[in-house]
């Protein structure tokens, strides 16, 4: 029988009075609270989770603040927590559950994801990074790009092609990449914010045990499904207060400098801030949906209405500062650790929001997939499909 | 209103893009442009003087008399349309048409003969983000001397004469010897700010401000659709080839329909803006319904080619993102463009009172 939001109260109250907040390292009250269940308490028993309704963390979560206890950073561990967690949940061994989950719930193991490549974007599938089976081992060799975290991170989800000869979605493997393998090396790629929040990632012949793959060998397009359906609710589906995200600083930039004003930026500032309202309340219903174990199709949309929103709101923020808004912050080229999209100023806003409709799915697939799967219309013809990899154009 | 203005290419406007295009394909690569913006030395000096010195470009709004061309706003339009194809950091745009255009309306032809010849580079000393109407800053005048700062002044880093407003209506020439020029970290890297700071300097009063500034702006304004115009080209253009060679899902991305779609509006769009700023640069030309005509060109062009650029960068996707790919250069000039010498709302204002649309 799993926990009640009583129940969950009692323990988080237990875990507490065991482990005073202001007394406690941060990392030990981690360790703790993932032993009590209460890291994600939708996981099983055993792995950070009481196998209890996923809307109960919550309750958790806010008796947790309220005594001011760490909490694990989740914007330096996102794609861990995001992406490869539910992933190794859906498909890890027993084994690879135990040895990963706690590590990366703490933060003492960050992760990467080593999916996208320059010619494998939108068609993924399409990857061309090989493993070969060598032994107990997978020898891979090829190129990743657009890897957040690389430079930091200890493990990496990668996805790489082991048979050739199949059609491109068959001959897919997926792997637990060890970061610190020989073989791996990690370049800066510089973007146009002058920054590099991302990398290139060059794969020199990597041995990974056969041990670190996830699910059947040539299924790693099935498991890189869970992976990337995760990794477009954590975009696009984060709870905002009002006026959370890109629509604050441009609210705040009017309040704050009249002089700025004109009836043209009203109306369009306006019709913002009503866009932005609604695309955070189709998220909160998306939420609601999601605790009642009703997720419904929105989910596909969310980040889709993220990226556009982000890219107008900060077009026109960028307009409404004038003569500000012809400079910015600072084009130095850095390796920032955390992804801040609505950090620094709106120069910088504007450019970065412009990867929010290419990161995680470019906006034209994910148009592709309400428009197939939410509302079943028809697929266009496709070449692709039943030509084995080596043989498609590239 | 009078005849139709002619909003075609003359045999020898061709022949000038030709010329100013293969100097800027051999001289402008991209790999150059990007690397130059974080240079100490952001504007490229040498293209500057081929264009200027060389052929002659920089003097093509000056009489004949006074050291320049003779030509008009259509011919300097067109370098506008390759400059803005291949943002080559040159102060054409603010010299050789703005600070032009003001010492035109002032008479001063020793500055002018030095402008036109590419002797000296000008830049007037008012905030790009000003409209042509809008109230601009000035500094203090005493005794003949200036005293006071303004900033957002476009190109005035490699500025030799800057024309300052003063506060006594005045429109001053001052050395750029003579002022502190303070570089500011600038969106458009291509066409960077600077802070001018002027310290009891001296400057020789060339004209009225109230006159020469409105109409330097407003040539500029006019112009600048025309180098516009080059930036959404250049994007529809490098987008085109791009999606052709492109291959996912074993095709060409360009033959996916939702993107062709989106290239052939962008084409549209890009014609009508070929169509309104060539009627800007023929009406600064013959003087015939400037103020509309201006108007109607950066209300249409500022969004029209931040779009082109917007969506050159989409369709490019990741490679799009980073800082080697030309794209973003095209991005930056073309939002910077949007708000320089007034957005496209208060072009669109200022449209309200020309064509008696009044606001609510």
Not at chain 1, 1 to 28: F, G, K, Q
Not at chain 1, 117 to 145: F, H, I, M, Y
């Amino acid at each position: 029988m799993s926990a009640d939001a009583a129940e969950l109260r009692r323990r988080t109250a237990e875990l507490l009075a065991a482990h005073p907040p202001a007394d406690t390292p941060a990392a030990d009250f981690l360790a703790a609270r993932f032993a009590a269940g209460l890291a994600w308490v939708h996981y099983p028993v055993g792995l950070g989770g009481l196998d209890a309704p996923r809307a109960l963390q919550a309750v958790v979560d806010a008796e947790l603040a309220a005594a001011g206890a760490p909490d694990n950073d989740p914007r330096r561990i996102g794609i861990g927590l995001g992406m490869a967690a539910p992933t190794l949940l859906a498909y890890g061994t027993e084994e690879q559950k135990r040895r990963w989950l706690e590590p990366l719930w703490v933060g003492a193991e960050v992760w990467c994801q080593l999916f996208s490549e320059p010619g494998a974007g939108s068609d993924l599938a399409a990857l061309g990074t090989r493993a070969v089976r060598d032994g107990d081992d997978w020898v891979v060799n090829g190129q990743k790009v657009w890897t957040s975290s690389a430079h930091v991170a200890r493990w990496a989800i990668l996805i790489a092609r082991t048979d050739p000869d199949v059609p491109k979605h068959a001959g897919i493997t997926y792997f637990v990449c060890d970061m610190t393998d020989p073989g791996v090396e990690v370049r800066p790629l510089r973007q146009i914010t002058g920054e590099a929040e991302f990398n290139e990632v060059f794969l020199t012949d990597v041995r990974i045990p056969d041990s670190r793959r996830l699910g059947a060998v040539g299924d790693g397009w099935r498991v890189a499904q869970t992976t990337l359906n995760n990794e477009r609710v954590a975009i696009g589906g984060m709870r905002l207060p009002r006026e959370g995200g890109m629509i604050g600083p441009a609210a705040t930039a009017w309040r704050e400098r009249p002089g700025l004003r004109t009836h043209d930026l009203h109306q369009r500032l306006l019709k913002l801030w009503v866009d932005a309202e609604v695309a955070r309340l189709t998220g909160e219903r998306l939420r609601q949906q999601l605790a009642m174990g009703q997720p419904g199709p929105e989910g596909a949309g969310m980040k889709l209405g993220f990226a556009r929103l982000n890219q107008e709101i900060s077009g026109l923020e960028v307009e409404l500062r004038g003569e500000e808004g012809l400079l910015y912050d600072d084009w130095t080229m850095r390796r920032p650790d955390l992804v801040d999209f609505t950090g620094r100023d709106a120069g910088y806003r504007y450019l970065r929001a412009k990867g929010n409709s290419i990161e995680g799915g470019t906006s034209e697939i994910l148009l592709n997939i309400v428009a197939e799967r939410v509302l079943g219309l028809p697929a266009e013809p496709r070449t692709d499909k039943d030509v084995a990899w080596k043989d498609l154009a590239r | 209103m009078s005849a139709q203005p002619d909003l075609l290419y003359s045999e020898e406007e061709e022949a000038l893009r030709a010329a100013v295009r293969d100097l800027l394909t051999d001289r402008c690569d991209p790999a150059g442009v990007i690397a130059r913006t974080e240079s100490d030395a952001p504007h490229d000096l040498g293209v500057w003087k081929a264009l200027a010195d060389g052929m002659g470009l920089a003097g093509l709004l000056v009489p004949e008399a006074d050291g320049g061309q003779g030509a008009t706003h259509r011919e300097a339009a067109v370098v506008l349309e390759e400059l803005g194809r291949s943002v080559a950091p040159v102060p054409y745009l603010t010299s050789a048409v703005v600070a032009t255009e003001a010492l035109l309306e002032c008479g001063d032809r020793e500055l002018l003969g030095r402008l036109a010849t590419g002797r000296a580079v000008g830049a007037l000393a008012v905030a790009l983000h000003l409209a042509p109407g809008a109230a601009f800053r000035t500094v203090r005048v005493e005794d003949g001397l200036l005293h006071g700062e303004l900033t957002g002044i476009a190109d005035a880093a490699c500025a030799d004469v800057l024309l300052v407003p003063g506060d006594d209506g005045g429109l001053y020439a001052v050395e750029a010897a003579d002022a502190t020029v303070t570089g500011q970290v600038s969106l458009d890297l291509t066409r960077p700010l600077a802070t001018v700071t002027l310290d009891r300097a001296p400057g020789r009063r060339v004209g009225d401000a109230a006159a020469a500034v409105p109409r330097a702006l407003r040539a500029g304004a006019g112009l600048l659709a025309s180098e516009q115009l080059g930036v959404a080209e250049w994007s529809l253009t490098e987008t085109v080839r791009y999606l052709k060679e492109r291959k996912q899902f074993n095709r060409p991305v360009g033959g996916f329909q939702a993107l062709k779609h989106r290239l052939a509006q962008l084409w549209l769009e890009t014609v009508n803006l070929r169509a309104a700023a060539r009627n800007a640069a023929a009406a600064l030309a013959s003087g015939d319904d400037t103020a509309v005509a201006v108007a109607v060109a950066q209300a249409y062009a500022a969004p029209a080619a931040v779009r082109a650029a917007e969506e050159a960068l989409q369709l490019h996707a990741g490679i799009g993102m980073t800082w080697e790919h030309p794209v973003h250069l095209r991005l930056k000039r073309a939002k910077a463009d949007s708000i320089a010498y007034g957005t496209a709302g208060a072009h669109r204002a200022e449209l309200a009172d020309l064509v008696d649309l009044p606001a609510p």
